[in-house]
Each structure stands twice: as structure tokens, then as C-alpha cells.
């Protein structure tokens, strides 16, 4: 009778997570038809079109992170009419919403029955409703508004609505660091499945975008290597972890500055400098007004560790943390010299990492059971920076249709 009682609730979780991913598919594709087909507002779907429809014309090569690039041409029946690309491209970004929202309800529901979150929950379905919440909720997720010029130039948000290719791969950034938290949280039981789970994501996560690689693979490398001792088992599978990902953006590196006519501006050459980010990505900001925008990006982190700095026990949490820190690291001493320069290449693994992190809290948050009214007082902080980051989410969304600021 258990088991079909289980079955039952699996089933329900399963069909609610189904719905609620093409639910959100639905929307954001009715969005985006209205902001570019009907209010003709500029985005960075447009230009990735464009790009498609030179390649297409045969004035120009697929950009290296040609995931995007190819599932549209796929998708629209390898045509080359702008028009039906351009309706393409809108379906592939909403279904990549969609996907992440699923993709982080069942690996957030994951973690919660795994007790990699949270102590205790009183039932099942309590657990299953988190995961849907912090699912669709941490893709709302938007730092308060401190850019006097654009509510989105100087942010390092959780989310970004407007490029397409950190879009599509925001779901295999979920992925990866769901099963990089279950290959921590086991020590040193050897699971070569799961490596190999985790390589075949991070890899096909880069096709579409390398970004969030910069961030995780060091981050994960470092705290598998803390815990393996060195043992030589160990280091061989975080090797089959981590290499073919590291094999991907060689090529994507070498295939950039092979066709360097074909790219947005030219060959990428890297240079190192202390704030080299806030140098490049926002060069006109005074030093208060970037401290500003840094503090909005990584506010619900700073608040949610000085709450409850236990939480950095658990190996979602080091790992989600560790990741921001180390993004944020390269954003500040990494940038790209030379006609690429302004193009910040180096903000994208920032925004991934601080969204993982941020769904990892929301739903810490939620499945946070206090015990005492301290403890009370600080769930209700915390929850309700997070709904006004919801709402914020919301607001900018909403602000796009109507002042056209994107």
C-alpha cells in the first residue's frame, strides 16, 4: 500500500512539474512575441538571428558556442528565411526556460530528500511543493535597481532575459552542479556513472555556453581534491569529470581565433589586471556606484550566510558559494584585450553561478523549519529579500514591454 501511495505522490510530482514547465514555456514565448513582434523592442535574440542568417547566406562561419545557433537552424527545417529563424529562435528561448524550470524542480526535489538542504521535513508533499516553488521562483530572482542609467548595464544579476545563448545553457548549469553536489556528498564512494553524467553536462552545457564552466570547474576541482586525498582513483575521476569540458573550450578558443572574421570583433586575446572587469564592462561608473551594483548582485548571499553560516557545512552550499566566488574572481582579473574588449565575455560565468547559488538558497530557505523565534525572525529576513527580489524580477520584465530598456 506504501509503495502505491509513493508511486501516487511520484506520479503527481511528476505531472505538476511537466505542467508547470509548460506553463512557463507558454508565457515566456507569448512574452517574447509581444516585446519583439508586436513592441519591435531590440534584444540579443534579434542579433543572434542575424548571425544565423549571414551563416545561412553563406557570408560567415557558426560562432563557437554553436548550440543555439544550430538547434534553431534544426529546428526551423535548415531554412534561411529571417523571419521564421527569428519566430524559432523565441520558441527555442522560451523552451529553455521551460527546461530550467524543470530541470531545477526535479534536481532541487533531489536535493531536499537527500538531506543535503535541510534537517528535517514534515511530509512529502511539503518537499515536492519547495522544489516546484524555488523552481519558478529563482528564475524571477532580480536585484534591486541601483543603475541610474540601466536597470541592467553594471548588474551581475541571478538572471538575465536577454541573451539567448546564457539562456539555453542555464539549465545544464542546474544539472551540473545537482550532480556535482551528489558526487561531494558521497565521499569517496567511487560512482563513475555519475562522473561521466556530470562531463557529458558540463560538456554540452559549453556548447551552447562555456561560461558557467569558468566558474564551477575550478570551484568543484578543488573541494573534490580536498576530500579524495589525492588517491589516484579519485583524481582519475575528476579527470573523466571535468577534462572533456576543458576539451570543448580549446577548441571553441582555437575555432574563435580561426575565424576571426566571423566573430563580434575579432580574435579573442586575453589580459589580466586587478578590477579588470568593472574596467571594462563599466568604465564610466564611479567606484561607490560599482560597490553599489556588487552589493544588489550578491545581496541575498551576504544576508543568507550571515544568517545561517551552518549552511556552509553542506556541499550544495560550498559548492554554489565557492563557485560565485570563483567567477566573480575571474570577472575581476580576466578580460579581453584588443576590438573585444567591451564585448564582456567574462560577466556570463558570474550571472550563471550567482543564479545556481541563489536557487540553492531559495530553497534552503523554504524548506528551513525554525525552532525558535530567533531563528523565525531570520527566515522571514530572508524570505522576504527574496520575494522582493521576485518582485523586482517581475518589475524589470515588465519595465522591458513598456519603457524598452532590455
Same mark, same amino acid.
Given at each position: 500500500?506504501?509503495?502505491?501511495?509513493?508511486?501516487?505522490?511520484?506520479?503527481?510530482?511528476?505531472?505538476?512539474?511537466?505542467?508547470?514547465?509548460?506553463?512557463?514555456?507558454?508565457?515566456?514565448?507569448?512574452?517574447?512575441?509581444?516585446?519583439?513582434?508586436?513592441? !519591435?523592442?531590440?534584444?540579443?535574440?534579434?542579433?543572434? *538571428?542575424?548571425?544565423?542568417?549571414?551563416?545561412?547566406?553563406?557570408?560567415?562561419?557558426?560562432?563557437?558556442?554553436? &548550440?543555439?545557433?544550430?538547434?534553431?537552424?534544426?529546428?526551423?527545417?535548415?531554412?534561411?528565411?529571417?523571419?521564421?529563424?527569428?519566430?524559432?529562435?523565441?520558441?527555442?528561448?522560451?523552451?529553455?526556460?521551460?527546461?530550467?524550470?524543470?530541470?531545477?524542480?526535479?534536481?532541487?526535489?533531489?536535493?531536499?530528500?537527500?538531506?543535503?538542504?535541510?534537517?528535517?521535513?514534515?511530509?512529502?508533499?511539503?518537499?515536492?511543493?519547495?522544489?516546484?516553488?524555488?523552481?519558478?521562483?529563482?528564475?524571477?530572482?532580480?536585484?534591486?535597481?541601483?543603475? #541610474?542609467?540601466?536597470?541592467?548595464?553594471?548588474?551581475?544579476?541571478?538572471?538575465?532575459?536577454?541573451?539567448?545563448?546564457?539562456?539555453?545553457?542555464?539549465?545544464?548549469?542546474?544539472?551540473?552542479?545537482?550532480?556535482?553536489?551528489?558526487?561531494?556528498?558521497?565521499?569517496?564512494?567511487?560512482?563513475?556513472?555519475?562522473?561521466?553524467?556530470?562531463?557529458?553536462?558540463?560538456?554540452?552545457?559549453?556548447?551552447?555556453?562555456?561560461?558557467?564552466?569558468?566558474?564551477?570547474?575550478?570551484?568543484?576541482?578543488?573541494?573534490?581534491?580536498?576530500?579524495?586525498?589525492?588517491?589516484?582513483?579519485?583524481?582519475?575521476?575528476?579527470?573523466?569529470?571535468?577534462?572533456?569540458?576543458?576539451?570543448?573550450?580549446?577548441?571553441?578558443?582555437?575555432?574563435?581565433?580561426?575565424?576571426?572574421?566571423?566573430?563580434?570583433?575579432?580574435?579573442?586575446?586575453?589580459?589580466?589586471?586587478?578590477?579588470?572587469?568593472?574596467?571594462?564592462?563599466?568604465?564610466?561608473?564611479?567606484?561607490? !556606484?560599482?560597490?553599489?551594483?556588487?552589493?544588489?548582485?550578491?545581496?541575498?548571499?551576504?544576508?543568507?550566510?550571515?544568517?545561517?553560516?551552518?549552511?556552509?557545512?553542506?556541499?550544495? !552550499?560550498? =559548492?554554489?558559494? =565557492?563557485?560565485?566566488?570563483?567567477?566573480?574572481?575571474?570577472?575581476?582579473?580576466?578580460?579581453? #584585450? &584588443?576590438?573585444?574588449?567591451?564585448?564582456?565575455?567574462?560577466?556570463?560565468? *558570474?550571472?550563471?553561478?550567482?543564479? *545556481?547559488? !541563489?536557487?540553492?538558497?531559495?530553497?534552503?530557505?523554504?524548506?528551513?523549519?525554525?525552532?525558535?523565534?530567533?531563528?523565525?525572525?531570520?527566515?522571514?529576513?530572508?524570505? #522576504?529579500?527574496?520575494?522582493?527580489?521576485?518582485?523586482?524580477?517581475?518589475?524589470?520584465?515588465?519595465?522591458?514591454?513598456?519603457?524598452? *530598456?532590455?
Amino acid at each position: 500500500m506504501g509503495e502505491v501511495l509513493n508511486q501516487k505522490k511520484t506520479s503527481s510530482f511528476r505531472r505538476n512539474a511537466i505542467l508547470l514547465s509548460v506553463l512557463t514555456v507558454v508565457i515566456t514565448m507569448g512574452y517574447y512575441m509581444l516585446l519583439i513582434g508586436v513592441l !519591435h523592442r531590440i534584444t540579443d535574440i534579434q542579433l543572434h *538571428v542575424s548571425m544565423l542568417y549571414n551563416v545561412c547566406l553563406g557570408q560567415g562561419s557558426v560562432p563557437a558556442n554553436a &548550440g543555439f545557433y544550430e538547434v534553431v537552424h534544426l529546428l526551423s527545417g535548415f531554412t534561411c528565411n529571417p523571419g521564421r529563424l527569428l519566430i524559432i529562435a523565441i520558441i527555442v528561448v522560451a523552451m529553455a526556460w521551460g527546461g530550467l524550470v524543470g530541470v531545477s524542480a526535479y534536481g532541487g526535489i533531489g536535493l531536499l530528500q537527500q538531506g543535503e538542504l535541510i534537517q528535517r521535513i514534515s511530509t512529502t508533499a511539503n518537499v515536492k511543493g519547495m522544489a516546484l516553488v524555488a523552481a519558478l521562483g529563482s528564475c524571477l530572482l532580480f536585484p534591486l535597481p541601483v543603475s #541610474t542609467a540601466s536597470w541592467y548595464v553594471g548588474l551581475l544579476p541571478p538572471n538575465v532575459y536577454h541573451n539567448s545563448t546564457i539562456i539555453t545553457a542555464m539549465p545544464f548549469s542546474i544539472a551540473a552542479v545537482v550532480l556535482g553536489t551528489q558526487c561531494l556528498a558521497a565521499g569517496g564512494a567511487v560512482n563513475w556513472c555519475k562522473d561521466l553524467y556530470l562531463a557529458l553536462v558540463l560538456a554540452t552545457g559549453a556548447i551552447f555556453k562555456p561560461s558557467y564552466a569558468f566558474a564551477f570547474v575550478p570551484a568543484y576541482a578543488v573541494l573534490f581534491l580536498l576530500q579524495s586525498r589525492l588517491q589516484v582513483v579519485q583524481i582519475m575521476r575528476l579527470a573523466l569529470a571535468i577534462v572533456p569540458v576543458l576539451l570543448v573550450i580549446l577548441g571553441q578558443l582555437m575555432w574563435t581565433n580561426h575565424h576571426p572574421q566571423d566573430t563580434l570583433g575579432g580574435a579573442s586575446h586575453v589580459g589580466f589586471a586587478f578590477l579588470a572587469g568593472w574596467h571594462t564592462f563599466v568604465p564610466d561608473y564611479s567606484s561607490w !556606484h560599482v560597490l553599489g551594483c556588487a552589493v544588489s548582485s550578491f545581496l541575498v548571499p551576504i544576508v543568507a550566510y550571515g544568517l545561517r553560516p551552518d549552511w556552509l557545512r553542506l556541499p550544495a !552550499h560550498r =559548492l554554489g558559494l =565557492l563557485s560565485l566566488l570563483v567567477g566573480f574572481g575571474v570577472f575581476l582579473f580576466v578580460y579581453e #584585450t &584588443g576590438p573585444r574588449a567591451m564585448h564582456g565575455n567574462f560577466i556570463w560565468q *558570474v550571472i550563471a553561478a550567482n543564479h *545556481v547559488l !541563489h536557487w540553492i538558497i531559495l530553497l534552503a530557505t523554504l524548506s528551513w523549519i525554525p525552532v525558535n523565534i530567533s531563528q523565525r525572525r531570520k527566515k522571514m529576513v530572508l524570505l #522576504t529579500l527574496l520575494i522582493i527580489e521576485v518582485l523586482c524580477g517581475v518589475t524589470y520584465m515588465i519595465n522591458a514591454l513598456f519603457v524598452g *530598456v532590455y
